[in-house]
């Protein structure tokens, strides 16, 4: 039996999505199961498997800082403080997946990389259409175990 896989509580973590794609989600207290949405009582904690093949990202401070991209998270900061957002202080998984988002367009150049609000305003759209898919997973697992349930009962 292997070992479960362990990150420090709140850590994230880049899994496969097995869609042919990579998504960010964000570990549990339990530190071996993750969410994958911002809304708790809309989803369920998955333990990691290997054949998610994750990669631990660390913190939003962390990822910026080690992707050479902290003048991105101060634009991002500017950018939802002028909105009057409080997406920043409430959802902490939303913010991380702007900037891996962003640590993507920036990936040519990171260090000259500036992030205009265009670009900002994709990442928040890439983010958002992301919890939508985890959210659309998890009610579709919800469905599918309440017709299981149906049928074996």
Known sequence: MNKPLKY????????EDFNGGRKVVMTCRDQVTFVDSS?????????????MKPEE???VVSFSSSNSIS?????????FTRRMNTSL???????M?????????????????????????WAVREATEQERQALQGH?????????TQGAAG
Not at 8 to 15: A, C, N, Y
Not at 40 to 49: A, F, G, K, R
Not at 89 to 95: G, I, R, T
């Open 8 to 15: 420090k509580p709140g850590v994230f973590v880049e899994i």
């Open 39 to 51: 809304s708790p009582d809309e989803s369920t904690p998955i333990i990691y498997h290997p054949v």
């Open 57 to 59: 990202l660390g913190d």
């Open 71 to 79: 003048a991105v998270l101060s634009s991002v900061v500017d950018y």
């Open 89 to 95: 202080d409430k959802d902490p998984l939303l913010v």
């Open 97 to 121: 997946r702007i900037m891996w988002f962003l640590n993507k367009k920036a990936k040519t150049d990171p260090s000259n990389y500036i992030a205009s609000e265009s670009d900002i305003e």
């Open 139 to 147: 009610k579709f697992a919800e469905r599918f175990a309440e017709l």
